[in-house]
């Protein structure tokens, strides 16, 4: 398992919360997501190293940026 941090902005409740879960849950690997509007923070645990440009995609189509933590 492999775990990786990104910074989200834009995020301030949780329907943001739950759509970035919902976008970043459909990358292949990806096992549990931690994500809070207060912090900012998303933290990914994969079954292997993640793409950072497809949880940025995702993110994206979420409607928030997200930067490597």
């Known amino acids: 398992m492999t775990t990786t941090e ?7 409740c949780g329907h943001c919360e739950a759509s970035v ?3 970043v849950g459909g ?5 549990d997501i931690d994500v ?3 912090s900012g923070r998303l ?5 292997a ?6 949880v940025f995609a995702a993110v994206d189509e ?6 490597r933590a």
């Open 6 to 12: 990104y910074q989200v902005t834009g995020m301030s």
């Open 21 to 23: 879960r919902r976008e």
């Open 27 to 31: 990358i292949a690997g990806v096992e």
């Open 36 to 38: 809070s509007a207060a």
């Open 43 to 47: 933290v990914v645990t994969s079954t």
């Open 49 to 54: 190293d993640l793409d950072d440009d497809a």
């Open 62 to 67: 979420a409607g928030y940026q997200a930067v």
